[in-house]
């Protein structure tokens, strides 16, 4: 699936369209940034709550798909333009993180 | 031509805007020279567990990066407080990370288990009172 296919399925606030068209493998969900670190998949959409600037490099170094702000979380300043420079794509859903994950896998695509 | 290529970084301590800077810039510099995804993501994880713990315990570092045809063998050096008892700082779990850190979502003491899990070589030196050097080196799959 790709990222915009996420977005629109968790009908998504786009925070940083950097490539849209790129494909999701997979998902991981925390806030603790060494185990998303640590376990993480490459290509895989990040579902979580954290939203200061730490997050753009843990998602562009560990090649995090998308990441997947839950909650409604808002990123914090500074985020949406580190995201920009370093191609990170965000999105913000309204939806709980298990609410999330619970649509992405009951509608089959990840 | 030169026989590898060297970089250096200084660390900054406390500053989480810049944290990570010098990993992503040796992360270009490996994607630029045809490194394979695979061992980029190896060493971008590894070398950034080291340089956020330099910003978060030790007040900053300095950095360096030795890119060889092979391998890379990565360097994170700083004069901070040192680590007294490195068995139990590389158990997973363990952090003495303060609140504060806490809350922007470090501290869960995986950051040295992750450099053991990622680089295919970990070597940590540390004396209290006088700082820890982090070498780490990434062998480069066929
Ligand atoms: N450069 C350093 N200088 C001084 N102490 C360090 C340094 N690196 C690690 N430590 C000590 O080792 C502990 C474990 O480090 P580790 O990176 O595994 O976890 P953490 O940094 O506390 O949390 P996390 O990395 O999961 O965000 C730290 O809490 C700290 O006490
Ligand atoms: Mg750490």
């Known amino acids: ?96 993180i298990f609410s999330a994950i619970k649509k992405v896998l009951n509608e089959g695509q990840i | 031509m030169a026989d590898h290529v060297h970089l ?47 910003v978060i315990h030790a007040n900053g570092g300095k950095a360096t990066a030795d890119i060889y045809m092979d391998k890379v063998v990565i360097t994170l050096a700083d004069t901070g407080k040192g680590i007294a008892d490195i068995e139990l700082a590389m158990k997973p779990g363990y952090s003495t990370a303060t609140d504060d850190v806490r809350s922007l979502g470090f501290g869960a003491g995986m950051g040295l288990p992750n450099m053991k899990k990622y680089a295919d070589e970990c070597l940590i030196e540390s004396t209290v009172g006088v700082g820890t050097k982090v070498t780490l080196v990434t062998k480069f799959s066929a």
Not at chain 1, 68 to 94: F, H, W
Request: glycine share 6%.
């Open chain 1, 1 to 96: 699936m790709t990222v915009q296919a996420l977005a629109e399925m968790l009908s998504a606030k786009i925070i940083n369209n950097a490539d849209f068209t790129r494909q999701v493998a997979t998902g991981y969900a925390g806030d603790l940034l060494s185990f998303v670190m640590g376990k993480a998949p490459a290509d895989s959409a990040w579902f979580t709550v954290m939203t200061n600037i730490n997050i753009c490099a843990v998602a562009h170094l560990a090649d995090v798909a998308v990441i997947v702000l839950c909650e409604d979380s808002e990123p914090m300043p500074g985020v949406t333009d580190r995201a920009k420079e370093q191609g990170i794509n965000i999105i913000s859903t309204s939806l709980d």
């Open chain 2, 8 to 54: 250096e970084y200084v660390v900054e301590g406390d500053n989480f805007v810049s944290a990570g800077s010098a990993t992503e810039s040796v992360k270009a510099c490996l994607k630029g020279m045809g490194v394979k995804p695979e061992d980029v993501r190896r060493v971008a994880i590894s070398m950034y567990e080291g340089e956020i713990n330099m």
